[in-house]
């Protein structure tokens, strides 16, 4: 372990609650480099927990797409006293992690005052937006991407790139063969149901009522089905609470996406990072989302690219389980669609053992160890 007496000084901003979680191990590992690095930025609770100097709390104001619009002045400002930080405190190093479309800004700043940069999970040009490539090749040093097909796409476009793992299995340690879920002995009018409608507020107000339909239509069809939402936190869940329907009766969990998904026979979750930690515990899914139908047939329908938008069959290139993205306004489909999978005990051992094949081979690289190992890089 290399010994220094030099101290640096990292910037580190995050916009939301799995930029928090990634970046608190990323901070905890790099302080095992044996290099003396002091962190401060914007970010969430568990960044501070882990020794993280938060100029303010970011994590709980994220939005998304359209609805982003409403945050716009509070994150102006914010992006004023970042820049006005980064002119009268000097650092070494500056971390973006996620939210490009504010991050983007932060790595200007820092670039302005002649600090490099690192963009910690990569912003998913390749899936849409790919001409904002020359803007992320002006301000980003280094990317740490933690999708595998990533680093070829951005190295092959000119930026340094560098594949350390997906973080949402850092801490995986267990035998994975054992998340194998057999249905043999399953009988569905039991059904265990969890759902997952995001951490976002705009993800909440959007999916969770229509979450609560499915899951009473299901009920009806299966008297004995029980179900349990995950909220990210506790804030998460209280909002879920208050929107929760007259007739829904549902148990409620807080950050326990994997634990949740071990305990469950099927899982209908929202698109996103969740995706990766359901599949990790072998649990079969649904993934939705939702857009604006007007601005969705007006404009984004014809710049998003990929085949698959769920982030398990983006890795898979395959449709390992079923995505309405977007979803509209019409929940008939996703309901035939769980009820022909609940239907049929082959088809979930069949998925199940799919998304086991698939998490394995990601779990040669620990995401925050590699990126701690090219932050004491930069930094030296």
């Not at 002091?38 to 969430?44: A, D, E, I, L």
């Not at 501070?48 to 409403?70: D, F, H, K, N, P």
């Not at 009988?187 to 009473?216: D, F, V, Y």
């Not at 769920?310 to 993205?325: G, K, R």
Request: hydrophobic content about 45%.
């Amino acid at each position: 372990m290399p010994q220094t007496a030099k101290k640096y000084r990292v910037f580190i901003s995050v916009a939301d609650p799995s930029g928090d979680a990634h970046c608190a191990g990323l901070i905890s590992a790099a302080k095992q480099t044996g290099y003396d690095i002091s962190f401060v930025g914007v970010g969430g609770q568990k960044m501070a927990s882990v020794g993280c100097e938060l100029l303010e709390m970011t994590v709980g104001r994220s939005t998304i797409a359209y609805r982003a619009i409403t945050q716009v002045a509070h994150f102006y400002q914010l992006l004023r006293r970042i820049r006005a930080y980064l002119k009268k405190n000097p650092v070494d190093l500056a971390v973006v992690c996620d939210s490009p479309s504010f991050n983007i800004h932060v790595a200007k700043a820092a670039k302005r005052q002649g600090t490099r940069t690192l963009f910690y999970v990569a912003p998913q040009l390749w899936a849409w937006g790919g001409w904002r490539i020359h803007r992320l090749r002006k301000y980003c040093d280094k990317l740490c991407c933690i999708l595998p097909f990533e680093e070829q796409w951005f190295s092959s476009r000119g930026i340094d790139t560098t594949f350390v793992g997906n973080p949402l299995i850092d801490n995986l340690f267990e035998d994975l063969d054992r998340c194998r879920k057999s249905y043999a002995a399953f009988e569905s009018g039991n059904l265990k149901l969890a759902l997952m409608p995001g951490s976002r507020t705009a993800e909440i107000g959007s999916l969770w009522p229509a979450m609560q339909q499915i899951a009473l239509r299901l009920k009806y069809m299966y008297p004995g089905a029980s179900f349990i939402a995950v909220a990210p936190d506790a804030i998460r869940q209280e909002a879920l609470m208050k929107m929760q329907l007259a007739d829904f009766d549902c148990r409620y969990s807080v950050d326990t996406v994997r634990n949740t998904a071990k305990g469950a026979d099927f899982a209908l979750v929202a698109s996103g990072s969740a995706t990766l930690e359901v599949a990790s515990a072998g649990c079969p899914m649904v993934v939705m989302y939702q857009s604006s139908r007007i601005l969705w047939h007006l404009a984004a329908r014809w710049f998003v690219n990929p085949k698959y938008f769920c982030l398990v069959n983006l890795l898979a290139d395959n449709e390992l389980v079923p995505e309405f993205m977007p979803y509209f306004s019409s929940i008939d489909p996703i309901v035939d669609t769980i009820t022909r999978l609940v239907d049929d005990k082959n088809k979930l051992s069949e998925m199940s053992s799919s998304l086991i094949d698939l998490v394995e081979p990601l779990r040669r690289k620990r995401a925050g160890n590699e990126t701690a190992k090219v932050i004491a890089g930069m930094l030296h």
